[in-house]
């Protein structure tokens, strides 16, 4: 993984050093609240429901051992010895401070990490594939660009003060496992083995309070205009989009408003002085980065189509079946290290695990791990002649639910719990799911479905988008909740429907599990659950939001 | 109003006297306009120019953070002829003045004074620096010396770092 040069270390230690001479004035009265609030979450640092909290980047998802075993033992000296990824590669510390965060600062600065630009109106973390540099289905490993995006957009001075963040992705294999339709900015390579390589640009896509799929203003944009052509996108934004009011400021409502045709005449008028400028990328440069990614030493080994130990361990082998994925190389695989457990939130881990997972990092990986956006970790490389060792040993730490992919891999934002926005606890609604599909013959045979809990709508849990989405919502004072159906991520990424009107959140459970119900009964062999929706249509399905049906489901043990 | 910092060839000075002042919109202020260093609102010179030209005294102009980027590049064979080009902050988080600092500096040429005013804080300092502004009327609250001070930390500032390195 990138590995920091003395100048960005400095940086890094500047900005630590800044930020503490910020809350200093804060402190003393010289800033005013109004004048600091932008300053911290410019740095990560909310204000919430009853404490601080600290958005730490893992800038495209990439954590070292190290800095794994930096993040266990900051959580337990300045938090309560856990944090929470969120769908960003962001570790959340919710527990801080604000009097322990320069010193926070400064101690992530010694394993090259920080807050910059977690939040704020700025160009927030660049995010791509957990499976980058590996996924056979990859033509380009996206994380040197990933890296130029990350040292572009750090401190990018036009762009300090955006009428609303800008959140970009970028993915280099078919299928799209970045979100990229539902990001303000998301890049995605063309496919065929283009040389020089050339992506479509996809911009305006968003969740949050109005749902927009990004449209694609550019294809074939050869890779060492992108700086460029990101430049002449941002500007136009910063210039035009809207500062009068928050809910319409973000840039999918300025293409929305403008449309894609103008938007795209708008940014084409920039990028005419801007392209084959000084923001053009050389070969040197590309190279100079992408070294730093450059495939660890793999042994050479015959690939293994078989696990013998799944034949006596069937725990073992549901786990195979679900946590490990395809490597482009012979003999390796990559495994998701669930963050699932039943009895945890979603996303949640804790110290120990995070020692737990940089110690099987070191042992099973090259010592580097990754952030998935459906908030699990993932070991790129590992032998497969050791992933019964790995079963045995990710168990210890509850970092091997054989969920993956299935109900109770659900995506889930922190909700009322934390989080000063929530209307709505969207944990324990989580709880609730899981303790009712705690049974695994029954998520296996149930088959992919994903489902996602936002506690409000700027939709942290991208509710928008799972198969089954759940958002929460305030009537008059009452927790209410929201149910989509339809919703997917991936290259046909796109918003599901909502089914009628919201529920109780003591009917929830009940209600996935009447919607569950319905897909058992209409069901053709071998159909998923979206196949299923997307033939019978969400008619059979709204009767499950009723309470005299969801009564019927009431306590059941799906 | 604050003492001004403005950069000379090779550091920063504080300047306690600027005669620099915003030029009344309304036009009976305007027509008893006595001697002075005046900015103009843009839409003051784009009505005015002539009469402002026939005074015969250095003059200066105003942007408010709304300006469209096509007025200024209507402007571009004349933006010489301002002394100083005061880009307006209502508040510090109203980031368009800087694309508009960009513009002017980087695709229209203009290398005269460039200056940040209104809601200035020590810490927009850094990225008004790197944009090419080269004087900053501070916030009333600010303390101009500390000001000063952090403009010549940011010479050895890693955070000056050009976004394209």
């Known amino acids: ?558 | 109003m604050n003492a001004l910092i403005r950069e000379s060839a090779a550091d920063f000075q504080i300047v306690f006297d600027d005669p620099w002042r915003i030029a009344p919109e309304e036009e009976a202020a305007r027509q008893s306009l006595p001697k002075g260093a005046w900015l103009y609102p843009l839409a003051l010179w784009q009505k005015e120019e002539a009469l402002i030209r026939a005074r015969g005294e250095a003059f200066g102009l105003w942007l408010y953070p709304d300006t469209p980027p096509a007025a200024l590049e209507a402007l571009k064979a004349r933006l010489a002829d301002f002394a100083v080009i005061a880009l307006d902050f209502p508040v510090f988080t109203d980031g368009r003045a800087y694309s508009l600092a960009r513009l002017l500096r980087e695709r229209l040429g203009y290398a005269g004074e460039l200056r940040a005013v209104g809601h200035v804080l020590l810490d927009t300092l850094l990225f008004t620096r790197r944009l090419g502004f080269n004087a900053w009327a501070m916030s009333e609250r600010q303390k101009v010396e500390d000001a000063l001070a952090h403009l010549q930390s940011l010479r050895q500032s890693h955070m000056m770092r050009h976004p394209y390195q």
Not at chain 1, 258 to 282: I, M, N, Y
Not at chain 1, 303 to 314: I, K
Not at chain 1, 411 to 422: M, T
Not at chain 1, 491 to 511: C, E, F, L, T
């Open chain 1, 1 to 558: 993984m990138y590995r920091y040069n003395p100048d960005d270390l400095a940086l890094i230690r500047e900005r630590a050093a800044q930020f503490r001479a910020q809350v200093g004035r804060w402190r003393s009265g010289v800033l005013r609240d109004d004048e600091f609030r932008p300053l911290r979450l410019q740095n990560g640092l909310y204000v919430q429901r009853h404490a601080p909290m600290l958005r730490v980047a893992v800038p495209y998802g990439m954590i070292s051992s190290a800095q794994l075993r930096r993040l266990a033992s900051i959580s337990r000296r300045y938090d309560r010895g856990y944090g929470h990824f969120t769908t960003r590669h962001n570790l959340q510390l919710n527990w801080v401070r604000i009097e322990d965060v320069p010193d926070i600062l400064d101690e992530l600065s010694e394993v090259e990490m920080h807050a910059i630009q977690t939040s704020g109106n700025c160009i927030r973390n660049v995010t791509t594939d957990p499976l980058a540099g590996i996924a056979p289905d990859e033509a380009l490993d996206p994380r040197p660009l990933a890296e130029i995006l990350r040292q572009w957009s750090t401190l990018h001075p036009e762009f300090a003060f955006l009428p609303r963040k800008v959140k970009i992705a970028i993915s280099g294999s078919v299928e799209d496992r970045t979100l990229a339709w539902y990001h303000d900015i998301g890049l995605r390579l063309d496919s065929g083995d283009k040389e020089p390589p050339t992506f479509s640009v996809l911009v305006g896509g968003g969740l949050g309070r109005t749902p927009l799929r990004a449209q694609i203003i550019r294809r074939h944009l050869p890779w060492r205009h992108i700086l460029s052509y990101l430049e002449a996108i941002v500007r136009v934004f910063n210039l035009h989009g809207r500062r009068d009011n928050l809910y319409k400021a973000r840039l999918k409502i300025l293409v929305q408003r403008l449309g894609l045709a103008e938007f795209s005449r708008q940014v084409d008028a920039e990028w005419a002085h801007l392209k084959d400028g000084p923001a053009t990328l050389t070969e040197e440069r590309y190279q100079r980065i992408a070294a730093h990614f450059h495939p660890p030493v793999y042994r050479t080994l015959a690939p293994q189509a078989v696990q013998p130990a799944a034949q006596t361990h069937p725990d073992f082998a549901r786990w195979l079946a679900r946590s490990v994925h395809a490597h482009k190389v012979p003999g390796y695989a990559a495994v998701t290290l669930s963050l699932k457990a039943p009895g945890q939130a979603p996303g949640d881990i804790t110290a120990a695990q995070m020692e737990s997972v940089a110690a099987l990092a070191d042992a099973f990986s090259f010592g580097e791990a990754r952030i998935a956006h459906e908030q699990n970790l993932v070991l790129a490389d590992v032998e497969q002649g050791r992933l019964f060792e790995l079963w045995q040993a990710a168990q210890k730490d509850a970092l091997a639910t054989p969920s993956v992919g299935l109900l109770t891999d659900m995506i889930c934002c922190p909700g009322g719990d934390f989080c000063d926005l929530a209307n709505a606890r969207s944990t324990a609604i989580a709880h609730a799911i899981q303790t009712r599909f705690a049974d695994l013959d029954t998520l296996f045979d149930l088959g992919e479905i994903s489902l996602n809990i936002s506690g409000c709508v700027n939709a942290c849990g991208h509710h928008h988008v799972g198969n089954i989405g759940i958002l929460g919502v305030d009537r008059q004072g009452e927790e209410f909740y929201q149910i989509t159906l339809g919703g997917r991520q991936g290259s046909a990424a796109r918003v599901g429907k909502v089914i009628g009107p919201a529920v109780p959140a003591a009917r929830v459970a009940d209600v996935v599990s009447g919607i569950i119900a319905v897909y058992r009964r209409e069901r053709r062999p071998q159909e998923s659950f979206l196949q299923t929706f997307e033939r019978i249509g969400s008619a059979p399905f709204k009767p499950c939001l009723r309470a005299d049906d969801a009564k019927q489901h009431a306590g059941a043990v799906a």
